[in-house]
């Protein structure tokens, strides 16, 4: 049986389109990541699977039961993080374990409580207030309150943001731990390929409200995954030149050849350019397969923002 | 903060409460129903204050919605109107304690309470509902709002209204007929006299504006829990 089952799942906030009809399922006991630029429709997609906010079509099911129409017992099965950190500051880190144990409604909260706290390191700091806590430890009290009814799948959206290497080495750690002990399913979000390669057994990758792709990452790697070539150069390029190795971008000073098996390609591509002073190759990893399913936006952006600048320095006389 | 909560009704009483002191005592105890003018406005400062307390209840949850706090409670099996009725229980709490502090303001400054027990009991649960009611006429009235500075212009806009077409702090004999009839539907005026009775006239407790309370109370908790489960959102 499925955790989760996303169905033609849509949301429109007035005129923003921010899920354009997505379709997806995971599977009890998988780690699923669900990748995609800045405002491709992640943490719409975790809102709408946590009850947070309703689709404007399309249909949800979580932990069997459906978002819409059993709200409740979904949130029942389910654990949240957010990706900005949410507890109550004003509160020790005791009292907001007790106060989620509430909401929730775990009656015999107190024991698994303590048992949290110590395995996340925060035992000592139990007393103290929130609000004096580092970033990390909030980040793991966080991850206490959301583990402390049980959950049977546990939402997480961007949950390493902000912590340092041995503070996220930690937190994947745990999230290893509680899918394979306790057999929870895991949703989360990332924007660290690193990460996703780690710990999802796949990925969706999903851009503007729409999804592109769907697989382990050695699946996405192989059909997605593109090997770049960029080389810089002193004059003009004549595009028609590199086309036959590929697509290609070109930028003042750089051109961008997307290909396969570029190691085999590189000494004709060198050869049909004239000026190159420096040449890079990116061998097919998830970083270019998402650049390549995602569009490769990070180099066009890289020119409108000289330009921009430009024209702000212009305004400021 | 507290200094600032406190400090507001003590004003009240003693810059407004002693701008009657010159008036003849024949005049006040005709129209006031007692000789100290200071005597007859704190019941009324009393309501007044629970009322405004009220609004600390859409406050906090428009900032729960700020602080991103509503999404945390939201994502568990806790109902919204839990919350709601939540966020009014607390602004009545808040309001109830102002309570001690006003009648100890007037003690200090000479007012001689006639306490009929019977009436206070009434005259406390009446607190309770009004606090409850006013708290969640509040809050549905931001219920769809993260902007902060909203609880406090919707508070200028019931309270101002609700005070000075109450017998808070004048008695109906002053008032013009259309102001009379719109101090008939005030919970403001049911929730004062309830308390004059049992602190100032020293009367048995008025079962009618209890009733006149209690339906309010029950008519803006039902359209709060109504509102709320139909239209809050996490943020
Ligand atoms: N409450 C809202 N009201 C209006 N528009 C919204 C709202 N929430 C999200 N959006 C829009 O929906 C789109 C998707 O946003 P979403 O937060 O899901 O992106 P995301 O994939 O989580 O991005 P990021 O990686 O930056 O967190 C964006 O264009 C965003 O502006
Ligand atoms: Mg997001």
Request: aromatic fraction near 8%; proline fraction near 4%.
């Given at each position: 049986m ?17 899920l ?6 995971v599977?009890?006991?998988?780690v ?8 491709a ?6 809102k709408?699977l ?15 039961f ?26 020790t ?15 015999n909260?107190?024991?698994r409580?303590?048992e949290?706290?110590?395995?996340f390191?925060?035992?000592e ?6 609000g ?18 049980g ?7 961007e ?14 750690e ?10 929870v ?19 969706a990758?999903?851009n ?42 070109v ?15 590189l ?15 990116k ?11 995602t569009?490769?936006?990070?180099e ?5 923002i000289?330009r921009?600048?430009?024209?702000v ?5 | ?10 004003m ?34 009393i309501?007044?204050s629970?009322?405004?307390?009220g ?9 729960d ?18 919350v709601?009725?939540?966020?009014a229980?607390?602004?009545m ?14 003690a200090?400054?000479?007012?001689g ?18 606090g ?27 309270t ?36 004059r009775?049992?602190?100032v ?24 829990v ?10």
């Amino acid at each position: 049986m499925s955790a989760i089952v996303v169905e033609n799942l849509a949301k429109r906030y007035g005129d923003v389109e921010a899920l354009r009809g997505i379709s997806f399922e995971v599977s009890r006991g998988e780690v699923f990541g669900l990748l995609g630029p800045n405002g491709a429709g992640k943490t719409t997609t975790i809102k709408i699977l946590t009850g947070l906010t309703k689709p404007t079509s399309g249909r949800a099911i979580v932990a069997g039961f459906d978002v819409v129409k059993e709200a409740a017992e979904v949130k029942r099965s389910i654990g949240w993080i957010a990706s900005e950190v949410i507890v109550d500051d004003e509160l020790t880190g005791w009292e907001n374990l007790e106060i989620q144990a509430r909401l929730a409604g775990v009656k015999n909260w107190r024991e698994r409580a303590a048992e949290l706290l110590r395995y996340f390191g925060l035992a000592e700091a139990a007393n103290r207030l929130v609000g004096k806590y580092s970033t990390g430890m909030r980040k793991r009290l966080e991850v206490a309150m959301a583990l402390l009814h049980g959950p049977e799948i546990l939402f997480m959206d961007e949950p390493t943001v902000g912590l340092d290497v041995g503070a996220r080495m930690g937190l994947w750690e745990v999230i290893r731990q509680i899918n394979k002990d306790f057999g929870v399913t895991v949703l989360l979000t990332t924007h660290y390929m690193e990460e996703a390669e780690e710990l999802c057994g796949r990925i969706a990758i999903i851009n503007k409200g729409r999804l592109v792709a769907v697989g382990t990452p050695g699946e996405l790697k192989a059909k997605y995954g593109v090997d770049v070539v960029e080389l810089e150069v002193s004059k003009p390029v004549d595009p028609s030149k590199l086309s036959p190795f590929g697509e290609v971008v070109v930028l003042d000073g750089r051109v961008v050849v997307k290909t396969q098996r570029a190691e085999e390609k590189l000494a004709d591509i060198v050869k049909a350019v004239d000026g190159i002073k420096s040449v890079r190759v990116k061998k097919a990893s998830l970083d270019t397969v998402f650049i390549n399913l995602t569009g490769a936006s990070i180099e066009g952006e890289h020119a409108d923002i000289k330009r921009l600048y430009a024209r702000v320095r212009w305004a400021r006389r | 903060m507290w200094l600032m909560l406190v400090a507001q009704p003590l004003m009240w009483i003693v810059f407004f409460g002693n701008s009657l002191a010159g008036l003849p005592r024949g005049f006040l105890a005709q129209y006031f129903g007692v000789e100290n003018y200071l005597a007859y406005m704190i019941p009324g400062m009393i309501s007044i204050s629970v009322m405004t307390m009220g609004m600390f209840a859409s406050m906090s949850l428009v900032f729960d919605k700020r602080l991103g706090y509503l999404k945390r409670v939201l994502t568990t099996p806790t109902p919204k109107s839990a919350v709601f009725l939540a966020k009014a229980a607390g602004a009545m709490t808040r309001g109830l304690l102002m309570v001690p502090v006003i009648l100890a303001v007037g003690a200090v400054l000479g007012v001689g309470y006639r306490v009929n027990p019977a009436s206070m009991a009434m005259w406390a649960l009446g607190l309770v509902l009004a606090g409850l009611g006013f708290s969640a006429l509040f809050t549905i009235f931001t219920v769809n709002t993260s902007d902060v500075h909203a609880p406090g212009v919707i508070n200028n806009f019931i309270t101002m209204p609700l005070m000075f077409t109450s017998t808070a702090l004048f008695p109906k004999e002053f008032f013009p007929q259309w102001l009379r009839v719109i101090s008939d539907f005030n919970p403001l005026t049911y929730i004062t006299e309830l308390g004059r009775n049992a602190l100032v006239y020293g009367m048995p407790p008025d079962i009618k504006a209890l009733l006149a309370i209690a339906a309010f109370a029950a008519v803006t908790i039902t359209v709060g829990v109504a509102v709320v489960e139909a239209r809050l959102e996490a943020d």
